[in-house]
């Protein structure tokens, strides 16, 4: 099946500094990537969409200068959380979709998460 | 707006008994259903999906049935075992918005 990876699987920075997240579809190329947040004991909510090549579209309520999304290339996407704060602290998921020959996939493949503290 | 409403929130059941989770969505141009087990401390992983022109897809211990008129619909797990314990997340897509949008979750635990 398809396969998605994220790095770093958890990160902590210091209040004030910017990381940087990764998602790469390993076997497939992504038209489509997106960005999820999930805090704890929570659902997972869609912060943005980024195509290959064009800007992202932010969800309401999700500042993109503060989230930062680039979609390079078909098999990688990047998300930096500029000028992080604890309340940045959270579970950050991506997803990507691929088009098949003949028409678009429906399904999403996740990553396995990436790990955010803001102390 | 965009919503879904998923029940229970949490659920236990005894290993070998039936768990069902129902989910119900706002929007009728709703057209593709995925169900989505995640595990502690991982990311979201797909179990099974339906599209609007079917109404029951079933692939081994794992079933999921449509209503579209009621916008309803349900995951079934059959037999379960230690290892289904995890939060259920139902889903639902919108082919104008490209997007899926995940319901609240359900918690289940099955006791060995």
């Known amino acids: 099946g398809a396969v998605v990876s994220q790095h770093p699987s958890w990160v902590i920075c210091k209040s004030g500094t910017s990381v940087k997240i990764e998602c790469r579809s390993l076997?497939?190329?992504?038209?489509?990537m997106f960005w999820y947040r999930q805090f704890p004991k929570q659902s997972l909510m869609l912060m943005a969409t980024s195509n290959e090549g064009s800007k992202a579209t932010y969800e309401q309520g999700v500042e993109k200068d503060k989230f930062l999304i680039n979609h390079a290339s078909l098999t990688l996407s990047t998300l930096t959380v500029t000028s992080a704060h604890p309340e940045d602290s959270s579970f950050y998921i991506c997803s990507a979709r691929g088009g098949l020959a003949g028409g678009l996939s429906y399904e999403q493949y996740f990553g396995p998460g990436t790990r955010l503290t803001v102390t | 707006g965009e919503n879904v409403e998923q029940h229970p929130s949490t659920l236990s059941v005894q290993e070998g008994d039936s768990a069902v989770i129902k989910c119900t969505y706002s929007?009728?141009?709703?057209?593709?259903f995925p169900w989505y087990k995640q595990e502690l401390g991982k990311g979201p992983q797909l179990i099974i999906d339906i599209r609007s022109n079917v109404g029951e897809k079933k692939d081994q211990r794992i079933a999921v049935t449509l209503n579209k008129t009621a916008k309803h619909f349900s995951l079934h797990i059959t037999e379960t075992q230690p290892e289904d314990s995890a939060v259920y997340f139902c889903?639902?897509?919108?082919?104008?918005?490209?997007?899926?949008?995940f319901g609240p979750g359900t918690s289940l635990s099955v006791i060995p």
């Open positions: 889903a639902f897509m919108k082919t104008s918005y490209d997007k899926v949008i």
């Open positions: 076997d497939f190329q992504a038209t489509t």
């Open positions: 929007d009728s141009a709703s057209n593709y």
